[in-house]
């Protein structure tokens, strides 16, 4: 396998400032030097360029940045796409989660159609018509599945990205009103915490890889580190308790692995700010090595 990792120094989808320095602590913590211990060839190709800055007056309160993220997730739909084509498997940085519009339109332009595993305390299923905050990292999946505004829906300029029948939702544990009507009118399949409590993640992560990839040419997986409880990763910016456990988040990560269904992932939210010690990039970095083959034995 052959990795190229890059980073997307974005916060323009979230109310806290800092995911942005999540790429740096995550290459801090370790993340190349690990891949390579693992055998895999990797290349940080490193952050993309935005060639826009945040505008603390927002134009639309109901969307908020969005220019900026438009501008960020074509930037990155365009790195990634190349990356696929060239033959490498994308590792995306985040960033806040409003840039997975971008890295799985990228993907998605160059294969036939993929897959799509969520994992998140959040759905990130709203539009700007449910949405309480106008925070467009509560927005990314809906977009990538072709619901609302334009400008986020036709990123990489193609719609929907992914069918609802292949994205699996896995996790959540806090969805706002309008969200959960749209998401149960929705054809995605919806794990929340309360699935995992009863059925257990092995059971899971059993069914999750099964629908999303069923006839496709690959899955992404965009993981947002805020479905861990925030004991476990307290550095994120809208933290929900009673969140998967260390060992269940590694069992998921490690079966998608030994699927071998992955071919891009995004790993977002990690926010330097608000962590202790950099526990929470430590984390990433250990939780992106047991999705691409890191085993105890
Ligand atoms: N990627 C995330 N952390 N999303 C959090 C979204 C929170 C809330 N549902 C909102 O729309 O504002
Ligand atoms: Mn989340
Ligand atoms: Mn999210």
């Known amino acids: 396998m052959k990795v190229k990792v890059l980073g997307v120094p974005s916060d323009f989808g979230a109310n806290r400032r800092g995911v942005d320095m999540g790429p740096s602590a995550i290459r801090y913590a370790g993340l190349i030097d690990k891949l390579k211990e693992l055998k895999i060839k990797v290349e940080d190709i490193s952050d993309i360029n935005i060639p826009i800055t945040r505008s603390d007056i927002s134009k639309c309160q109901k969307l908020k940045c969005l220019d900026e993220i438009v501008v960020s997730c074509e930037a990155l739909s365009n790195t990634v796409s190349e990356v696929v084509s060239d033959g490498y498997f994308p590792i995306v940085l985040g960033g806040d989660h409003s840039i997975a519009i971008g890295s799985v339109a990228g993907v998605s332009r160059v294969k036939e159609s993929i897959g799509l595993i969520w ?47 292949n994205t699996v939702l896995v996790g959540v544990r806090d969805l ?23 059925k257990g993640m092995y059971q899971i992560m059993k069914e999750a890889i099964r629908i999303s990839s069923k006839d496709v040419e690959g899955v992404h997986l965009s993981f947002d580190i805020d ?66 083959g890191k085993r105890i034995l």
Request: net charge negative; glycine share 8%.
């Open 227 to 292: 479905v861990l409880d925030p004991l476990e990763a307290p550095g994120v910016g809208t933290p929900v308790k009673g969140g998967i456990s260390y060992r269940e988040a590694h069992l998921a990560l490690e079966m998608l692995s030994e699927n071998e269904i992955l071919t891009s992932l995004d790993l977002v939210e990690v926010n330097p700010i608000l962590d202790q010690y950099n526990k929470t990039a430590e984390l990433a970095v250990e939780l992106i090595l047991s999705a691409l």
């Open 176 to 198: 706002d009103e309008g969200e959960k009507r749209l998401l149960k009118e929705s054809k995605l399949t919806i794990f929340t915490m309360d699935d995992i409590d009863r």
């Open 119 to 165: 994992i998140d305390a959040h759905g990130d299923f709203n539009t700007q018509k449910t949405s309480n905050s106008g925070n467009i990292h509560g927005m990314p999946l809906s977009a990538i599945v072709g619901k609302g505004v334009d400008e986020l829906v036709n990123c990489g300029g193609f719609s929907p990205k992914v069918k609802e029948e």
